[in-house]
């Protein structure tokens, strides 16, 4: 099995930053990516940032240019730094990680973490 343990997350003003942090234990080998996801109240979960392995990061296009994120594969962390925040930002962010099991991917995920941005 794999634990996901997010931190970071909060309240904000418009315009303001945030960093997220999550770090995976148990057992992590054969990952094929981390990253976040968020959902917001009525609707459905989205990616907002994937790194596989062996790639740079994958942008949902609302955040492209506010967001960061960045993976360290040896410690098995991924972050995700996120400026010039909008209101529209506000969701549960949810770290990801998909691991390969015998050909099969599956999904791990955190227990989410808060993210309101106040106009």
């Known amino acids: 099995q794999v634990q996901l343990v997010e931190s970071g997350g909060g309240l904000v003003q418009a315009g303001g930053s945030l960093r997220l942090s999550c770090a995976a234990s148990?057992?992590?080998?054969?990952?094929?990516?981390m990253g976040w996801y968020r959902q917001a109240p009525g609707k459905q979960r989205e990616l907002v940032a994937g790194?596989?392995?062996?790639?740079?990061?994958n942008y949902a296009d609302s955040v492209k240019g506010r967001f960061t994120a960045s993976r360290d594969n040896a410690k098995n962390t991924v972050t995700l730094q996120m400026n010039s925040l909008k209101p529209e930002d506000t969701a549960v962010y949810y770290c990801?990680?998909?691991?390969?099991?015998?050909?099969?991917?599956?999904?791990?995920w955190g227990q989410g973490t808060q993210v309101t941005v106040s106009s």
């Open positions: 790194i596989t392995t062996a790639g740079s990061p």
């Open positions: 148990g057992r992590t080998f054969n990952i094929n990516a």
């Open positions: 990801n990680l998909k691991k390969n099991v015998f050909g099969t991917e599956y999904n791990y």
